[in-house]
């Protein structure tokens, strides 16, 4: 199977996010088609830990186990997509992301245990700084979209409390419009202590 480990922002969130994103593609149709864009489906929309791949039956129960032990160290956090730029550059973008805000610390703290999670069952986890992001769209060709981020960098949505790890199979081609199908295999509570360095205020 093919998975993911992610975060998903709960249904008012995305309702929120899809709100500014009809806005932004408005805006951008006003000039003309945006068939440059390969729009990301609502229900697509997720911030990835860390993309595991092909993941081997043999290796489920293992990963499961580490997954939860994980989950159990790491506490709820606050979080809110704020904000949006692009993959590689803004002027040269491939990538449209909307950006996260809130408990980034142990929210990092959380996607490095993820990956050492996954590479101790034997999975071959990229290594890289971790970008905390939602993918709203994808670029056929690179293409300047700081007018877009530009938009963008003004949103923030409601705060969410972010309390469960969900283990995601993506299947390819079987969504809406040929883009892929997600479906939550697996999932954990996050009950970690809080960190007090995290929740002055």
């Known amino acids: 199977m093919r998975l993911f480990v992610a975060v998903v922002p709960p249904p008012a969130v995305l309702d929120d996010l899809a709100g500014e994103v009809a806005r932004v593609r408005e805006?951008?149709?006003?000039d003309g088609p945006d068939d440059n864009f390969r729009w990301s489906l609502r229900e697509q929309w997720h911030l990835t830990l860390a993309f595991l791949g092909g993941v081997p039956d043999s290796a489920r129960g293992d990963l499961h186990r580490r997954l939860g032990r994980?989950?159990?160290r790491c506490p709820p956090l606050r979080l809110r997509v704020a904000g949006g730029g692009g993959f590689g550059s803004?002027?040269?973008a491939r990538v449209l992301w909307a950006g996260i805000d809130g408990d980034l610390r142990p929210l990092r703290a959380l996607a490095d245990s993820v990956s050492a999670a996954a590479r101790r069952c034997g999975l071959d986890v990229r290594e890289g700084r971790f970008r905390p992001h939602l993918t709203l769209a994808r670029l056929r060709e690179p293409a300047d979209v700081r007018q877009?981020?530009?938009t963008l960098a003004g949103y923030a949505g409601p705060e969410w409390v972010a309390d469960r790890l969900e283990l995601v199979a993506s299947h390819l081609g079987q969504g809406e419009g040929r883009h892929s199908r997600y479906e939550t295999v697996a999932d954990w509570p996050l009950t970690g202590p809080s960190d007090p360095r995290t929740a002055e205020g």
Do not use: F, N, Y
């Open 90 to 92: 803004a002027r040269r």
């Open 148 to 150: 877009v981020t530009a």
């Open 70 to 72: 994980a989950a159990g």
């Open 27 to 30: 805006r951008l149709t006003s």
